[in-house]
């Protein structure tokens, strides 16, 4: 079990904190550096290159030896689960040079995406600290999908341009309203009315920034980078943007309640629309993740 008296700040957490961040940092705003190390390691075997994502088991290792509660068998999970997912899409690009998307590709990001939104894994990690598993598991993502199956498309790119942010802005403004008036209709969103409970100006920037980079990031890079992507080459850019979008509604199920959330479902996957829309106008995630942010800060603001 955990021991909850141990601090939270310590070294070896401050550690794999950074060594967990930094394939996700590498890839948004070095993405050329990370593709030319990429290639020149990329000759030899590719249960070698599958082997180097076993590196991730580090982070758990580090925070669980600073907590007193190792386990082996985290251990074997964070190292072969990357190793997995490495392999599975080294095959896919294999099998699939043109990109059209394989059941590999779909097991992969179904694999991951129920292991963030069931939190398979989130015992390994001390209380407020299961974020690393979500993160780790987008870094096994960010390896096999940007740099072993090379997939195009994705827009992982947080250089954001000015275009970026004027496509938010219009996605969030067409969003809000029907978000807001249905929310409101059902219950589901209530209006602080008092000024007291307003965020200080500084307070929100942080809130902006934190959800950006922590909560609109990774779920942009998965839901739209990779999933929409794929489904497109399959289904088209509309009924991949509704596939997407319900799916994305879906897995807010069980957010904030016991049961079925339907009404989080339902304005989940109607905000998916929007981000999707924002997305695929030019590719980016980080414009889908800027209305993103924009819509989670809000909510959190002034009307949770």
């Known amino acids: ?20 961040l930094l394939p996700l940092f590498a890839a948004a705003f070095f993405r050329d550096a990370c593709e030319r190390t990429a290639a020149r390691s990329r000759p030899g075997p590719s249960w070698a290159r599958a082997l180097r994502s076993a590196v991730l088991a580090i982070p758990y290792v580090l925070v669980s030896a600073s907590a007193g509660s190792f386990r082996w068998r985290w251990v074997a999970l964070y190292a072969l689960l990357p190793v997995a ?21 779909l097991l992969v990001l179904a694999t991951l995406g129920l292991a963030v939104d069931l939190r398979w894994f989130e015992a390994a990690w001390p209380p407020h600290l299961a974020v690393f598993s979500k993160i780790l598991l987008l870094d096994a993502g960010i390896y096999g999908f940007l740099f072993l199956r090379q997939l195009s498309g994705v827009g992982f790119d947080l250089r ?19 978000a807001v008036v249905l929310g409101l209709a059902l219950g589901f969103l209530h209006l602080h009315t008092s000024p007291t409970l307003w965020p200080h100006p ?7 920034v934190f959800t950006f980079l922590f909560i609109a990031v990774p779920e942009e890079l998965f839901f739209r980078g990779w999933l929409q992507n794929l489904l497109e080459r399959r289904l088209g850019r509309i009924p991949a943007l509704l596939v997407t979008a319900v ?5 807010h199920f069980n957010k904030r309640a016991l049961h079925f959330n339907w009404r989080y479902v339902l304005l989940a996957a109607l905000a998916g629309i929007f981000y999707g829309r ?14 993103h942010a924009l819509v989670d800060t809000v909510w959190s603001a002034w009307l949770r």
């Open 278 to 291: 924002a997305w695929r106008q030019e590719r980016r995630v980080g414009a889908s993740a800027f209305t």
């Open 202 to 208: 500084l307070q929100l920037a942080g809130m902006l």
């Open 160 to 178: 954001l341009r000015f275009r970026d942010f004027g496509i938010g802005l219009r996605e969030f403004a067409l969003y809000t309203p029907i």
């Open 85 to 105: 997912v490495s392999a599975l899409l080294l095959d896919a690009r294999r099998v699939d040079p043109e990109q059209h998307g394989t059941w590999r590709d």
């Open 1 to 20: 079990m955990w021991n909850t008296a141990r601090p939270l700040l310590t070294p070896a957490n401050l550690l794999a904190a950074i060594l967990t």
């Open 247 to 251: 799916l994305f509604g879906l897995s």
